[in-house]
């Protein structure tokens, strides 16, 4: 919802810095950033072999305005941005649970239940928009005979009902004609959700009354609720010198940044992967899917590598950081040549040979 701190936290995690505002409605389009996932691993590959840079996996950040009730209606700056929404693999869905008197509520006092209710209902609205528009598409084919329309409708009509329940669709058990809907249709509700929950320094260690609430309302989703203050998390941010960023950590009792936390979960939610390549230019996490074979992984370096694919040396990460060299790691029998068919693991270091 507007002015619960998601322009805040997209600052801290994101090469683009977007407007923030004690005001309702402030921005009128949506922020795009770019965030790196932190990886110690990599971190401590940068200090074993030498590269003249370290290069960290990213994802993709889209902050869009604030809405409010009715925004599926055309409330507040309307849902012109919903399409935004559509488009992305993971939403993450930051509630306000903190008080400030200076940061009035669209809806006059701080209850995140509530809000998250109001965020599902106007997805839920245009979910059931989009259902019953391709209903009419498939009930056309069923009364001129096509057969296979059959599987559609069914799984349209158990989304339809479900949200006329008031469910999301990520909470239904999904088979593969439905599954076929959701990605033609791309609906809101059926996307993976991770909780924010935004709050004052005080209630950083010991979550607040809204908080509990909070987790409380969403034990059922099995969805992850991380706990954040984004007014720490900028601070946290403004700070260029490593030691003194470490320093204010410690004086917060935190080890690392909320925002990195939020990275890690998105990227995990989103069935990502790191492996990494290490030497010469650079030092860099490479980001895949879990269950992708050497040879798909090449090609996510390079077209020409997954092209003339020959055989990957790999070596983990964790015989890596044992044994401190490349060398080491080849006298002790862990460098291991690989076909096309072998699945990464996270945290592999890999050497592509190709011949294109």
Known sequence: MT????????????????ETSSFAFSNQKSNIGIAQVPDPRLEHLHTLIQADEMIFATIDLIDIPGLVKGSSQGGGIGNSFLGDVRLADVLIHVVRCFDDE????IEGSVNPVR?????????????????????????????????????????????????????????????????????????????????????????????????????ESVKSENSQVLVVAGAIEADIASFEDPEERQMFLA???????????????????LSLISFFTVGGKENRAWTIRKGMNA?????????????GFIRAEVISYEDM????????????????????????????????????
Not at 6 to 18: H, R, V
Not at 135 to 161: F, P
Not at 180 to 194: A, D, G, Q, R, Y
Not at 295 to 307: N, P, T, Y
């Open 102 to 105: 200076m940061l009035p509520h």
């Open 295 to 307: 040879q798909q992984a090449a090609g996510v370096i390079h077209s020409d590598l997954e092209r």
């Open 115 to 215: 809000d998250r209710e109001i965020i599902d209902l106007e997805l839920q609205v245009k979910d059931l928009e989009q259902i019953e528009k391709k209903l009419v598409k498939v009930e056309k084919a069923i009364r001129v005979g096509d057969k296979s329309a059959k599987g559609q409708y069914d799984s349209l009509m158990k989304m339809k009902s479900a949200i006329e329940d008031f469910q999301n669709i990520r909470s239904l058990e999904l088979d593969d004609d439905d599954l076929v809907v959701i990605n033609e249709l791309l609906l809101l509700t059926s996307k993976p959700v991770i909780y924010v929950c935004n709050v004052d320094e005080k209630s950083i260690q010991q979550p607040n009354e809204y908080v509990t609430r909070f987790i």
């Open 321 to 356: 950081a044992e044994l401190k060299s490349e060398q080491a790691c080849k006298d002790k029998g862990k460098n291991r040549l690989e076909g096309k068919n072998y699945i990464v693991r996270d945290g592999d270091i890999l050497h592509v040979r190709f011949n294109v």
């Open 3 to 18: 002015n619960s701190g998601k322009t805040t936290l997209f600052n801290c995690m994101s090469n683009f810095k977007g």
């Open 251 to 269: 004086d917060m009792g935190l080890d690392a940044p909320g925002v990195n936390r939020l990275a890690l979960a998105a990227y995990e939610q």
